[in-house]
């Protein structure tokens, strides 16, 4: 089958499309084989071809985690979906079986794993995924829209509603608006009534995301964030800081923080290694707030938005599967603004 993979970790010419990709086997009880019609990138695609710390790759690989595709067929023992339904993916594989699933936590589960990153991936014309994985969706979601919802909406949901729990009036700084984390939180603040701030280097960015709803765009180029929002705020801070970004924002994420403030963070595309004076943390009573993916309540909450029309995903571009590694260049060179979607299938 057509997929787009890697042999080995290193730059993004390991990107490789091919016709002769094994497809899946028959689906096993508890599992559906998905016809893909379209996928996206995440930046963890790009971490994947870099290469993870104690994650391997066989020759031939398939990438990605977002995608959207009609059910080709269903194992044993299914009962959510039926063949020919169209679906979304969610990338989180968990367990089902250890102390967090059972208690309805699945992006906690000791056993996690992710599509494209521990098991065959989506860019490809066929995947096979359990049946909790996949949800329906109405046929006015066209296939675009659809393709890259999940990880990113998913990922900012847990982070926005139920982590810091994002409420009306609260003030909400999110960094480097553009990806697709960054969009999805803004969406979600702003349908819960908050002020948010949003920051990029790039001014069309700012002006897109006003046009989105956002209140105040900062150009973080400019100088010091935290200093910024103090001065906007009569010292006082924002409620609420989404940051993505770690090593290099950390510091002015702090510093934009109030009094009683919630800081919370699904990752660090700039590093790794943050720092913090605990007189800080301890006087101010901040909350550092680390958040993964999300569990199947948010799974169903985010797609119940995508189908009442309520969230849906800006699209940066469309790239056919074959010219895949344009995408993941577009994605690295951090120019787009809202997700990169692959197109696997016509129609
Ligand atoms: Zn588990």
Redesign the pocket.
Known sequence: MRALTIDAHGALDQVRFRADAAPPTAPPAGTVRVRLRAAALNHLDLWVVQGIPGVEVAPGWILGGDGVGEVAEVGAGVTAVAVGDRVVINPGI?????E??SRGE?SL????RLLGEHLPGTFAEEVVVPETNVRRIPDAVDDVTAAGFTLATLTAWRMCVTRAQVRAGDEVLIWGIGGGVALAALQICKARGARVWVTSSDPTKLARAEALGADVGLDHSAGDVGRMVRERTGKRGVDVVVDSVGERTWAQSLGALARGGRLVTCGGTSGHALGMDVRKLFWNQWSILGSTMGNDAEFEAIVAELAAGRLRPPVDSVHALEDGRAAFERLRSGRQFGKVVLRIADG
């Open positions: 968990s367990c089902r079986a250890c967090f699933c699945h589960c000791i056993r996690y």
